[in-house]
């Protein structure tokens, strides 16, 4: 039922539907989705429900990376895939 | 006639920008190399920016020249008017005077061009043919498109798919300024195909996007990355914004108690408070606030009552609203503060007491917006309504402690393209989530002993 509520997305700039912040990392919510949706209905019991331990841990649990390791990691990333 | 904008002329455009890495009180750690566990060097990031933006990026030079091509194309908008919102002001009945810095005025109407063309020239001249990048709504990659084609550059941008399909205006804005714009996933790259194959349906995301964008210029000599927020470089190059306003408040002899931008990945606000933030090191009484999106009930259900300003019970009791110090969103009590993808130097600054952030909830920020757009007409993009609800938040305090506070901000950019949100918001599909009696109940059991104001 609350899948097709809307809410504007502070990363990207335009709306989204909650179903959209499920999936948003692939198999698993977008890390903001807590705090997007708390003040619009119980959205931490309702992810809660929906994701082992595990991916709960994965995806509100890390600590945030700094912008620039992620661009190392991805470039390594990409050298790997042009010299395959 | 009361003057409601100062200007400056083209000749008093500030000729450097200002690194604040060289006065902030403490030196920053430097990120490690993941594989190396080594700090991050100029070599790990050549592959995808040209030595002479890494330069930018390391330097700890107080003051850096703008290159005169630079200021030939960012005069084209710049200097932007500072303005004073009086009819604004009037509607709050505070003790305030609110001034703005209208960053909505360039040809994409946001503050990105500002680091855009910075970039833009910096990859000419270094010798690169062709930029990449991702976006998610456009705001960014209709910056970077018209500052490519200004410098005659080929720029591609990876826009996630659910904006691609949503937005078509920003999209409309890339391609007349020449770009290609590209919906990721998509199958020019590695990454990309990987997940059509998995997900065929796939909306993509940002860090997908981001992966593509990163992928398409690793291994062409030709092809650089740019980025648009977040970075030292970045966040250089929107402080002409502050350092125009500081001798814009001159000519008038001004000066603010208070500096407010909202802040996502941070280079709005940094551009307005960094020269600000200088002074405040510097001595001057100055608050510094960075304002960025949440969501918490707290202010609408709870008591005013004395209560701890923190959930370690270490501040004095205070007078405030509170759902008790024990409520704290999920994600606060979960991992602390998080602050996803802002600057490292923003963060730096929040750590060393220079700045202070505060949260503000979508029905708060577009109740503001919708305010101010009824009074000073221009209708600003809903990361621009951030700040202006702080600045009422500001004003209500100004009224109730009975003092008189100058206040100044970014209005970032204007929401001509955004009014889907705004139409969000006036049909009233954004709505608040009413706190169950019992939760709240429970909540506000840690402060059923403390005196009450």
């Known amino acids: ?84 | 006639m009361k003057q409601t904008k100062v200007f400056l002329n083209e000749s008093e455009m500030p000729r450097q920008w200002y690194n604040i890495v060289a006065d902030l009180p403490t030196p920053m750690s430097p990120p490690l190399h993941p594989g190396t566990g080594q700090p991050v060097g100029p070599d790990d990031l050549a592959p995808v920016f040209p030595m002479n933006l890494i330069e930018q990026e390391v330097s700890t030079e107080r003051w850096i020249d703008i290159p005169e091509p630079v200021l030939n194309k960012l005069c084209l908008w710049r200097p932007s008017p500072l303005y004073r919102a009086r009819n604004f002001e009037k509607l709050l009945d505070a003790p305030v005077k609110i001034y703005y810095k209208n960053e909505g005025v360039s040809p994409p109407g946001s503050h990105k061009p500002n680091t855009a063309v910075a970039q833009a020239y910096y990859n000419k001249v270094f010798g690169i043919k062709r930029l990449s990048t991702e976006t998610g709504a456009g705001q960014w990659g209709s910056a970077l498109s018209m500052a490519c084609q200004m410098f005659g550059l080929e720029c591609r941008v990876f826009m996630v798919k659910i904006s691609y399909e949503q937005k078509p205006y920003r999209r409309l804005m890339m391609m007349t300024w020449g770009a290609d714009c590209i919906p990721s996933p998509s199958n020019l790259t590695q990454a990309g195909r990987k997940i059509l194959e998995e997900h065929p349906d796939s909306p993509g995301s940002l860090g997908m996007a981001i992966s593509e964008a990163i992928e398409d210029v690793v291994g062409d000599k030709d092809a650089r990355y740019s980025l648009g927020s977040v970075l030292n470089h970045v966040l250089l190059h929107q402080t002409i914004i502050g350092l125009e306003a500081q001798k814009q408040l001159e000519k008038i002899g001004d000066y603010p108690d208070i500096v407010m931008g909202c802040a996502g990945g941070g280079s709005n606000f940094a551009g307005l408070c960094l020269p600000f933030a200088r002074d405040k090191i510097h001595g001057k009484q100055i608050s510094i606030v960075a304002a960025e999106p949440t969501s918490c009930p707290t202010m609408t259900r709870g008591p005013f009552a004395y209560d701890f300003g923190d959930t370690a019970m270490t501040t004095p009791l205070l007078p405030m609203h509170t759902l008790g110090h024990g409520f704290v969103p999920a994600p606060i009590h979960a991992g602390g503060l998080r602050y996803h993808g802002m600057a490292p130097v923003l963060s730096h600054l929040l750590k060393e007491k220079i700045l202070e952030a505060r949260a503000l909830d979508q029905i708060e920020t577009f109740t503001a917006g919708i305010n101010w757009a009824r009074t000073e007409g221009f209708i600003p993009a809903p990361e621009t309504n951030h700040a202006i609800a702080a600045v009422v938040q500001e004003a209500q305090k100004a009224k109730e402690e009975g003092k008189e506070k100058t206040i100044l901000f970014n209005w970032s950019g204007h929401g001509i393209v955004d009014l889907a949100a705004y139409d969000a918001f006036l049909s009233g599909k954004l709505k608040k989530y009413e706190l169950p009696e019992e939760e709240l109940q429970k909540a506000l059991q840690s402060i059923a002993g403390f005196p009450k104001p």
């Open chain 1, 1 to 84: 039922m609350f899948e097709q509520l809307e809410i504007r997305c502070p990363k990207l700039g335009n709306q989204v539907t909650f179903a959209y912040c499920l999936k948003e990392g692939g198999d698993i919510p977008c890390p903001r989705t807590i705090k997007c949706w708390q003040s619009f209905f119980p959205v931490e019991d309702y992810i809660r429900k929906r994701l082992t331990p595990e991916d709960w841990e994965r995806c509100f649990n890390q600590k945030p990376k700094e912008k620039i390791l992620t661009l190392v990691e991805l470039i390594e990333a990409a050298k790997k895939q042009t010299v395959k």
